[in-house]
């Protein structure tokens, strides 16, 4: 696996770091001239055997990384998906997107945890913590892939609030990939899905209990294809990015963005009082 440097990360820590206010750090996010003195790896056949997939909602995971989840299951990598916010008003809208997510995890061959948190509450306790951390030490994974620390949704950043706690003083060596769902990623890792990007629609498609006014395969589809622009060439692609560093400095970047005023992370008044 061609692995990036510890170079590669050192802007991100040098450029986010002091950027604390989500309003200024929006504008960082969506502005395109960071690609004039950034360029990603684009990586292809990751040499991964185990990976570890911590989703905010059912779907996450396929919207964000359908496309290289799709490769890691040709390459007989072994993939396990953690749902964390996957109990919903209704039994019967629960069920029916546990059964969606059986199908999926028919198709990647995935192993498949439940923790039935609510979509808008995710608590940092009431055993969530110890979940993840039991679920990550039975497993052990090389990678593990969640949402973009800053994306514009309160359930994506508080999964990532809610790894940090976790997974705090782990000695396991592991790098952190995050996914592009709604905010842009400043990526430093893109994978070319070109070839994927028909079964990922197929895979995306799965999920028809999701909720949200949108074509989800539409939208997606679309962004990946935006993404061609880190993509070498004329022809029509496709490709996900991601941001990947090592933990220890995920970690720490973590740590000192959510050490600040919960009032300008989140827009949820309960996410704000914790």
């Not at 003195?37 to 779907?59: A, G, W």
């Not at 964390?84 to 008003?89: G, M, P, R, T, Y």
Request: aromatic content about 10%; glycine content about 4%; overall charge negative.
């Amino acid at each position: 696996m061609n692995n990036p440097t510890k170079a590669n990360y050192k802007f991100v820590l040098k450029s986010l770091v002091p950027v604390l206010d989500c309003e200024v750090t929006r504008d960082v996010m969506e502005s395109k001239r960071i690609s004039s003195i950034v360029r990603p790896v684009v990586m292809s056949n990751l040499e991964l055997k185990k990976v570890l997939l911590i989703s905010p909602h059912t779907d996450d995971e396929t919207f964000g990384v359908g496309g290289t989840l799709l490769q890691l299951a040709e390459s007989g990598c072994e993939i396990h998906i953690v749902y964390v916010a996957s109990k919903f008003e209704t039994e019967e809208e629960t069920d029916a997107l546990r059964k969606e997510a059986g199908l999926v995890s028919k198709v990647l061959g995935s192993k498949t945890y439940f923790l039935d948190a609510k979509p808008g509450n995710i608590p940092l306790g009431e055993g969530l913590e110890e979940k993840i951390k039991n679920i990550f030490d039975d497993v052990k994974p090389e990678a593990v892939f969640t949402t973009f620390l800053l994306d514009d949704h309160d359930d994506h950043r508080r999964v990532n609030n809610l790894i940090c706690k976790s997974l705090r003083g782990t000695s396991h060596h592991f790098e952190v990939w995050s996914y592009q769902i709604y905010s842009t990623v400043i990526p430093n890792v893109v994978i070319d899905i070109t070839n994927e990007i028909e079964a990922k629609c197929r895979l995306m498609d799965i999920w028809k209990t999701v909720r949200g006014n949108r074509n989800w395969t539409h939208y997606i589809k679309s962004l990946n294809g935006f993404n061609c622009r880190y993509l070498p060439t004329k022809k029509s692609v496709y490709a996900e990015t991601f941001f990947v560093i090592p933990w220890p400095d995920y970690f720490e970047l973590s740590e000192r963005y959510f050490s600040n005023d919960l009032k300008k992370i989140y827009s949820k008044e309960n996410y704000q009082n914790d």
